[in-house]
Every structure is written in structure tokens, then in C-alpha cells.
């Protein structure tokens, strides 16, 4: 039916952007709508087409980090599946040992996977003994906790991988949730950070998924919700500090608790990282507050110009529910990581204070505490902590580089 001319013209079509909100060297895009996954070639003002060969070559360059604890083992062998066989793969797992060894599940996974797939990939845990040391020995102690081990954490967990993406000098990292039912989805996602990387023009950019619908059953009837209860309400805050900047009223932030997201290895070398459920409100905080204001000490960065796309995907997101207590913990870090920037005025800090008190995550004003922050890993050796890590580790399934 199609010759292999056509087969190349295959593109994914994509809304162009409509709008965007600039503040200093941060330009923020409007949400661009996936319209076709796979389509012929149809380049409007109004449509971007990225085309397969162009989604393949970003593809090479991008390795995937999937933060992994205590999920259904059947849904991380799913997300495994998933991802585009020219991505490498690295999973940083905080998973049990206890009663059960989740881990030991989890690394019995990894090692069919491989033995199946030929899919590059490696496995650690955060809580290995030989993680911390290799933290040490590059003078990175501000990870570790009390007792010398890797703090808890999802962050925790993504500067892990992104440390061993620096040591294989990828140009691009994206960030998987293992908790995802649908392998398809995620496959997108992927392909997602792809055509936002293609359309970056700037080494230090950001692209930021933001789910057409979640799933969820209301009365015994499927429910397509649109808005996550905290993400609308994270949204809101941070449009409204973005607002106090400009001066301009504006609710182009639609991606405040974007868990699937991904950058340039530019980009997230040099950004701080926010822990808790605050990591994604804080990239957009972090970027406003090192960049809007021209007081940055990355030069090349502001000169660069950061660029935030945001991407609406075609797929629903059907992900594991946690509870209440879960949507509250994410309210409270997310509003928090609002209410102590720098940016953040009187005006703001009183309607948080509010917001937080109506849907009772909070009585007084003292119970905000600030969320810890990781510090770049810009001055990291990659290579050194590799070595070390691979010394002392006794957890590291490594079917990345020597193939074993
Ligand atoms: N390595 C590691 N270490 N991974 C972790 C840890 C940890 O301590 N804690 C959680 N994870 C993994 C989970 O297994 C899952 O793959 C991912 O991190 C996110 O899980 P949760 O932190 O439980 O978040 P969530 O699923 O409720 O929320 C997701 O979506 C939010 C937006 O809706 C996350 O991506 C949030 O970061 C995001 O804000």
C-alpha cells in the first residue's frame, strides 16, 4: 500500500503553539494538543508535523528514568515494555526488602526483560549502602539521611538516574511513573518528550505532559475527568505568581504537577530539585526565580532562553490512586513550594493560607514548612560516581553497558 517514501513522510501532527508567557529568559508555551500519533505529512501555520525519522533521532539521544516503590509488579513490567527500543532505560527502585522483596520481584523483572528484549537497561536501589558512598566519595552528603543512606524520595530517586544519564553523556532525560496501567500511554509519552525536544530551539528546554483524561469511577460509571483535584488548584497558584510578575492575568500553566515530563541534559544539570510530591511545581518556581528576574549566574541558559512546552496527550492517564492522605500531602507540598518563593507577595501567601485551610490541610500559617531542596548536580563527576558505584554497589543490575 505505501512505498518507503511515504513511510518516511509519516509524522506526528501536533497543535503549533497559540500563546506564550514570557518572563525574562523563561518562555512558558500554551498547551499544544496531539491531533494524530502517526499522520502523512501536513505542515499549516496552525499544525506542527514531527516526523518519524526526526521522533527517532531525539529517541537515540534520551534515556528514560522510571523512580519505582512498592508499585503492582505487572505495572512496571508493562512501563518496561513500553518505552522505545532506542531509549536506554534506568530504574532507581526504593522498593522493600523487608517481608517481601519487592526488589528481588523487581530485578527478576528487569532481567527477563532484558534477556527477552535485548533492551538496554539497569537497576538500582536507593537504599544500597554503596549509592551512599558514592555520594560521598563525590561530596553529594546533602541526599543522604540520618542514617547515611539515600533519603526516601521520588526526587531522590530521579537525581539518582539523572547522575548515571550525565555518566553516559545522553543530551536528554524524561521521567516515567511506574505506576501506569496503560503500556500504550506510555509509549506516547515517550514519543511526546520526542516531538517537544524537536520543537525546542533552545539547548536548555522542558517539556511538561499534560493528560487529555483521568480516568475514574464515579457511581460504577466511568468518569474522563479532566483536572486532577490538586493539579487545578496548584495551576491556579502558580498562574497567579506568573501574573504578579508580568502584570498580566494569565492561566497558561496547565502542567504544575506534571509527573511525566522531560529535559534537556542541559537543563536539568543545572536546576535544583524540590522533594516530595513538590518536584514539578518547584521546575517551574526554580525557573522563574533563577531566570524572569536576569539575575542568574547561568549566562549561556539566559542567553539560550528556557523553553517550557507542554504537550496534551492523546492517551487518558490511568495511574495507581493513593488516598486522601496522598492528595493532601501533594496539596500541601505543592502550595507550599508557592508560598515560600521569593516571588510570592503578600497577596498570594494569604490566599494560600486560605486554600489550605478550606480544604484542611493546615489550621495556621506555621504548619507551610519549606521543602527540602537537592541542589544541582552541575558540578558533579558523573564518571567518579559511576566507578564508585559500581565498586561498591550490591544491588546495580547493569544491562547497559557491558551486556552481561
Ligand atoms: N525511586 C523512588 N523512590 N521512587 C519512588 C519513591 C521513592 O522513594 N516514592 C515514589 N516513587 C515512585 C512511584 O513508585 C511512582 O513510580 C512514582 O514515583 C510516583 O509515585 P508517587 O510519588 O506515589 O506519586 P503519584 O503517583 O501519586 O503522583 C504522580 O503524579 C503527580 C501528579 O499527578 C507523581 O508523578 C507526582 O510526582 C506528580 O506530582
Not at 460509571?221 to 502558580?238: H, M
Request: a neutral charge.
Amino acid at each position: 500500500m505505501f512505498d518507503d517514501d511515504d513511510l518516511r513522510c509519516f509524522s506526528m501532527l501536533i497543535e503549533a503553539p497559540r500563546n506564550a508567557e514570557i518572563l525574562g529568559s523563561v518562555k512558558i508555551y500554551d498547551v499544544q494538543k496531539v491531533l494524530k500519533l502517526e499522520s502523512s505529512e501536513l505542515e499549516t501555520p496552525l499544525l506542527r508535523c514531527i516526523t518519524n525519522e526526526e521522533i527517532e533521532e531525539v529517541l537515540e539521544r534520551l534515556v528514560v528514568i522510571i523512580p519505582v516503590k512498592n508499585e503492582k509488579i505487572n505495572l512496571l513490567d508493562g512501563v518496561l515494555r513500553a518505552i522505545p527500543q532506542k531509549c536506554k532505560i534506568i530504574v532507581v527502585s526504593n522498593s522493600s526488602r523487608m517481608k517481601q522483596d519487592l526488589f528481588k520481584m523487581e530485578e527478576d523483572v528487569v532481567r527477563r526483560f532484558y534477556r527477552v528484549t535485548k533492551h538496554p537497561i539497569m537497576l538500582i536501589h536507593q537504599k544500597d549502602p554503596g549509592m551512599a558512598i558514592s555520594y560521598k566519595e563525590v561530596g553529594f552528603s546533602s541526599i543522604l539521611d540520618g542514617d547515611g543512606l539515600v533519603r526516601d524520595g521520588k526526587a531522590e530517586g530521579m537525581v539518582t538516574g539523572l547522575l548515571i544519564a550525565k555518566y553516559l553523556k545522553k543530551d536528554f532525560v524524561g521521567f516515567i511513573d511506574a505506576d501506569n496501567y496503560f503500556p500504550g500511554a506510555v509509549n506516547e509519552y515517550v514519543r511526546d518528550y520526542a516531538a517537544g525536544l524537536c520543537m525546542s530551539k533552545s539547548p536548555y528546554a522542558m517539556i511538561r505532559l499534560h493528560w487529555k483524561h483521568k480516568p475514574k469511577i464515579v457511581k460504577r460509571k466511568l468518569y474522563f475527568k479532566k483536572w486532577g483535584r490538586v493539579s487545578e488548584i496548584t495551576n491556579r497558584y502558580l498562574n497567579l505568581l506568573l501574573a504578579n510578575q508580568t502584570g498580566f492575568e494569565t492561566d497558561i500553566i496547565k502542567t504544575g504537577n506534571a509527573g511525566e515530563h522531560a529535559m534537556t541534559m542541559k537543563l536539568a544539570s543545572i536546576m535544583n530539585f524540590s522533594t516530595g510530591y513538590s518536584i514539578e511545581p518547584y521546575q517551574l518556581i526554580y525557573l522563574l526565580e533563577e531566570f524572569g528576574r536576569g539575575e542568574t549566574e547561568y549566562a549561556e541558559a539566559a542567553n539560550a532562553g528556557i523553553e517550557v512546552f507542554q504537550i496534551e496527550t492523546l492517551n487518558p492517564h490511568l495511574h495507581e490512586e493513593k488516598g486522601e492522605k496522598h492528595v493532601k500531602g501533594m496539596m500541601m507540598d505543592s502550595l507550599s513550594t508557592i508560598f515560600h518563593s521569593r516571588l510570592t507577595n503578600k497577596y498570594l501567601k494569604t490566599r494560600i493560607i486560605e486554600e489550605l485551610k478550606s480544604n484542611k490541610v493546615v489550621e495556621s500559617d506555621k504548619e507551610i514548612k519549606k521543602n527540602l531542596i537537592i541542589p544541582s548536580i552541575k558540578d558533579i563527576d558523573g564518571k567518579k560516581f559511576m566507578k564508585k558505584l559500581e565498586e561498591s554497589s550490591d544491588t546495580f543490575v547493569n544491562f547497559l553497558w557491558n551486556g552481561n
